[in-house]
């Protein structure tokens, strides 16, 4: 049973997002523009054969794809079920915020991993609060 999303590859399926956002193909630069799915199985196909592999939580069936304007300001919210999912894996001992590996690549740095509940609670309303409000720039 999948309880959360997995990417393979965060790198490729960055570029896979930026073709559908640009109409550019950034995974192959020769080839024509990548297509939109239009279901999940859709996606998953395609990103297969682009080289990522893609896993959603089994009550996720759903697809929406949405590209807005630069003149609009677009609050994403998470669902509440998954908030209080990351949430409740804090109560335990050892817990970690479950931070995606390429940061650490990127910032070249390892995440702390003997933050107090409290501060985990704060960096996860800080990812959100993020999440929510960012353009991808």
């Known amino acids: 049973m999948a309880t959360e999303m997995k990417i393979s590859d965060d ?3 960055g570029k896979i997002v930026k073709s559908w956002a640009t109409g550019k193909n ?3 630069p020769n080839d024509p523009p990548l297509t939109l799915p239009r279901t999940q199985p859709e996606l998953v196909a395609m990103c297969l054969e682009l080289g990522v592999t893609i896993t959603f939580p089994d009550e996720q069936d759903g697809l929406a794809i949405i590209q807005y304007s630069p003149q609009t300001v677009v609050l994403k919210l998470p669902p509440k079920t998954m908030v209080e999912a990351t949430e409740r894996k804090f109560d335990g001992a050892n817990a970690e915020y479950p931070m995606p590996p390429f940061y650490s690549k990127f910032f070249r740095a ?3 991993t003997d933050l107090s509940k409290e501060d985990l609670l704060d960096l996860h309303a800080a990812r959100i609060g993020d999440y929510a409000v960012r353009n991808c720039g």
């Open 11 to 13: 790198i490729r399926w």
């Open 26 to 28: 950034y995974v192959n």
């Open 110 to 112: 390892d995440f702390p």
